[in-house]
């Protein structure tokens, strides 16, 4: 039997979210999500794409190893358990792979160690990622574990875009360089958008905007990225749901002496109490247009904020490219909120940059063109899909290795 199915991780501090797929037709087998890890109320909601079946068990769910044991049950009532010789390998989601970690690798004590080592450029999210790992690791010792590095697709940016104008030997000896995130994401939208466009990606260059809770941009010249929003850790750039995106680092000193703010109190209001929820209080799109279209002056500042910055990365990385074939949006605003399409490029006809607002304001599922008929710049909406490129990463990996042996 051909082992056909990936089981894609994505290990959280307190959750673990899974799809399992087949990579013969990229089909959803089950998807689900064990949340609050830790706490007597975790609860775990596990779907059965092909019968449509959703079963939640809620009771205390002790660390990650207990997450994905529960899991692997779920999976194996259903005959997709971890034992399957139909599981081919486990694509997890591993946040930074700082500048070693170009491409997927299959995981090996080496590779552990060197994920472990980027711990302090990612003190949250690597740690429950190697968790997640390990965990996969000891149940199928046996079973292909590939990590796919939200960083990976960013490594490809020139030295003039990654550096900061920092003291060289400072920042080499604290490894201080732009990684970027979101990379999956980035690299997947700007293949799609190619694909769109009837083009090979060597041929196109994108502007990828992922405006979801977390929000990115990345300029991308012939499917590689040029450059991209986020920085040593995902608060750089734009201006997101909780998080404030480019500040005068000074705010930060200016915060500690006059202020008296810790690091760490500092560092909780850049990354969850500003953005969109510290400007209005709401970080939900939909909640501050619904606000804006009352007329609430509040949201109103914090959407215009939103764009304003939007449209200053739009610019620079029309910049950046020099030539720009399509602009993407996507994630949970990109795809959704018209508003915020409209907006980040009214006025910029001279860029040959519009949207059709018949075709802006119409929903659909799969990716599709909102510019008008002709335009120089295609705008369009691209709807991202991490666990699928995951997938195909880990998949591709694994296919070539065993065709190595
Ligand atoms: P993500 O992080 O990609 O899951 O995106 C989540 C965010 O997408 C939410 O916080 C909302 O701000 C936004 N969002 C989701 N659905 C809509 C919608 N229909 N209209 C506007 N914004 C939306």
């Known amino acids: 039997m051909t082992a056909t199915r990936v089981l894609v991780l994505n290990s959280g501090s307190s959750s673990l979210k899974y799809q399992l797929l087949d990579m013969r037709d990229s089909s959803r087998l089950a998807t689900g999500l064990v949340e609050r890890i830790g706490e007597r109320t975790s609860r775990l909601k596990h779907t059965v794409l092909t019968t449509g079946e959703t079963r939640e068990t809620t009771g205390p769910v002790t660390d990650h190893a207990a997450a994905l044991k529960a899991v692997a049950e779920e999976l194996g009532r259903d005959g997709l358990g971890l034992d399957s010789p139909e599981l081919a390998a486990v694509g997890h989601r591993v946040v930074h792979g700082g500048s070693s970690f170009t491409e997927p690798a299959i995981v090996d004590d080496a590779v552990l160690a060197e994920i472990e080592r980027l711990v302090p450029l990612a003190p949250l999210h690597n740690p429950a990622n190697l968790?997640?790992?390990?965990?996969?690791?000891?149940?199928?010792?046996?079973?292909?574990q590939v990590a796919v590095f939200d960083t990976a697709f960013h490594t490809t940016m020139p030295e003039s875009a990654a550096r900061y104008a920092i003291d060289v030997s400072t920042a080499d000896e604290?490894?201080?360089?732009?990684?970027?995130?979101?990379?999956?994401?980035?690299?997947?939208?700007?293949?799609?958008?190619?694909?769109?466009?009837?083009?090979?990606?060597?041929?196109?260059?994108?502007?990828?905007?992922?405006?979801?809770?977390?929000?990115?941009?990345?300029?991308?010249?012939?499917?590689?990225?040029?450059?991209?929003?986020m920085g040593l850790t995902p608060l750089e750039g734009l201006v997101m749901g909780t998080r404030s995106g480019d500040v005068d680092p000074a705010v930060i000193l200016h915060l500690a002496r006059v202020g008296g703010m810790s690091t760490d109190e500092t560092d909780t209001l850049l990354n969850k109490k500003s953005g969109l929820i510290g400007l209005c209080g709401d970080n939900d799109m939909r909640e501050i247009r619904r606000r804006v279209d009352e007329g609430d002056e509040q949201a109103r500042l914090a959407f215009d904020i939103y764009i304003h910055r939007l449209k200053k990365y739009i610019g620079a990385y029309y910049a950046v490219l020099g030539r720009v074939d399509a602009i993407a949006f996507t994630a949970g605003v990109g795809e959704n909120a018209a508003a915020v399409r409209e907006a980040a490029v009214a006025g910029l006809e001279e860029l040959g940059l519009a949207v059709d607002a018949g075709l802006n304001a119409a929903r659909g599922d799969g990716a599709r063109i909102v510019s008008p008929e002709g335009a120089r710049v295609t705008v369009a909406v691209v709807p991202t899909d991490e666990e699928l490129e995951i997938a195909t990463q880990t998949y591709a990996l694994v296919g070539a290795s065993h065709d190595l042996t």
Not at 131 to 144: E, K, Y
Not at 187 to 208: F, M, Q
């Open 131 to 144: 968790t997640g790992i390990r965990t996969a690791r000891s149940l199928r010792p046996d079973l292909p």
């Open 174 to 229: 604290y490894r201080i360089r732009r990684y970027g995130f979101h990379g999956t994401s980035h690299a997947y939208v700007s293949r799609e958008t190619a694909k769109l466009l009837g083009k090979a990606p060597e041929d196109v260059n994108v502007i990828v905007l992922h405006l979801g809770n977390g929000a990115s941009a990345s300029a991308v010249r012939g499917g590689r990225c040029v450059d991209t929003s």
